[in-house]
């Protein structure tokens, strides 16, 4: 019934999810829009994934001693299309494994999925497969977790978002 | 402040039923300048046309430095209310606040005024599409169509004359490129001399400023030439047929 959507697109190429407490996912992601809208009209450009996590990295630690609950993922292409995944925690230190990060109530079930469905050099359709399968499988295992997901495929011409249903208990 | 303002280059605005028309020439040109984005086409500025926000935009006469601070100020502004209130600032509140600003360097401190008249051309779910002029008194207004910098007073009196109400934004156009060929130095008019950009709301009701590129402009210039050898045919066939008489 809550259809909370927890990614959120700061530019074609480039997303954000974040989890956590709901109203500060929410605050959050408002100062994001608001910061990076900014820098999209001085810089004339739009930000890359690289910038945005420095960007964010360094929001969450302004708070060092009063912390945003939320542990942000920023996913997306740099400007030569490379991928560029990572995962950050809520006083702001970012990891950036150059395969998969997770983050959320089931992370160290999804930690798990990833680990055994993720290779190197996945087409756009089976990245779409293998983080489906990973995240369903995780969700099934948790009780706070559940209710569909939604994945977000980003390549160089387009980025394609999918519902996916699933046990909705 | 207003008298460096009537020397700077022209400016002028039209408000249409369905977008706004913001038109600038360019007083600097040189084969030696050097487009600031290698050649990629932006729609976010140029040289006289600034984007504040999604459904906001200016164009400026006057000294650019000082209107760059304005322009800075006007886009944060912008993003903190749209922080607070989660919609898109409505655009006579922004120019509200500005122009207090603008006002205080007036009245107080001793400091000189911001040398700059802005063209304000914006769309909320308020008022719908907006023009104001404002300038370096801190005085602003709504217009239909209004022009600023050099030549203003002849520009608006051109479109005094040929403004009407149900103008759409390719008449518009038009309009601005025949008010912009009177009133401006060269005879005639070519994309390196012009800056065109419209504000407009796109199918999903989205405003959406675009600047023009120079194809587009050219073929709108194009057609305002072809208008004009007409008007200007007509014209002579009228004098002919009163000589004749």
């Known amino acids: 019934i809550n259809a909370e959507y927890m990614g959120h697109k700061i530019s074609d190429k480039v997303y954000v999810g974040l989890a956590g407490l709901a109203t500060d996912n929410q605050t959050v992601y408002e100062r994001i829009k608001f910061r990076s809208s900014l820098y999209k009209l001085r810089e004339e450009r739009d930000l890359s994934p690289k910038a945005l996590a420095s960007m964010i990295s360094h929001m969450l630690y302004e708070r060092r001693f009063g912390p945003w609950f939320t542990e942000p993922i920023i996913a997306g292409l740099d400007e030569s299309n490379n991928p560029y995944v990572c995962a950050m925690d809520l006083l702001g230190a970012d990891c950036i494994p150059g395969n998969f990060v997770v983050t959320g109530t089931c992370s160290e079930s999804l930690y798990g999925c990833c680990e055994s469905f993720w290779r190197p050099d996945l087409e756009p359709d089976e990245l779409f497969e293998t983080i489906s399968q990973a995240l369903l499988s995780a969700l099934d295992r948790d009780c706070l977790a559940g209710w569909g997901a939604t994945v977000v495929i980003i390549t160089k011409d387009k980025s394609v978002t999918r519902e996916i249903k699933c046990r909705q208990d | ?202 199918e999903d009701y989205k405003p959406r400023f675009r600047i023009l590129g120079a194809e587009e402009l050219n073929k709108y210039l194009q057609q305002a030439k072809e208008i004009q050898e007409k008007e200007d045919r007509e014209k002579e066939k009228k004098k002919e047929a009163e000589k004749g008489k």
């Open chain 2, 1 to 202: 402040a207003m008298e460096c303002i009537g020397h700077a280059g022209a400016a002028l605005g039209i408000l249409s039923k369905n977008g706004i028309v913001l038109a600038a020439e360019k007083k600097v040109q040189s084969k030696l300048l050097d487009n600031e984005f290698n050649g990629k086409h932006s729609d976010t500025s140029c040289e006289k046309m600034f984007k504040i926000d999604d459904h906001m935009a200016v164009a400026v006469a006057g000294l650019t430095s000082d209107a760059n601070i304005l322009i800075n100020w006007a886009r944060t502004v912008a993003q903190r209310h749209t922080l607070q209130y989660q919609e898109p600032a409505p655009v006579e509140l922004l120019i509200q606040g500005l122009c207090d600003m603008k006002q205080g360097y007036t009245q107080f401190g001793g400091q000189r005024p911001f040398g700059v008249s802005f063209l304000f051309a914006g769309w909320d779910v308020y008022l719908g599409f907006q023009l104001y002029h404002s300038d370096p008194s801190g005085n602003y207004a709504a217009w239909k169509a209004n022009a600023i910098g050099s030549n203003n007073t002849a520009a608006v009196s051109m479109l005094k004359q040929e403004w009407k109400e149900d103008l759409d934004l390719d008449q518009s156009i038009l309009l601005a490129i025949k008010v912009l060929l009177k009133t401006m130095d060269s005879s005639a008019l070519s994309p390196e001399k012009l800056e065109f950009s419209t504000l407009t709301l796109n």
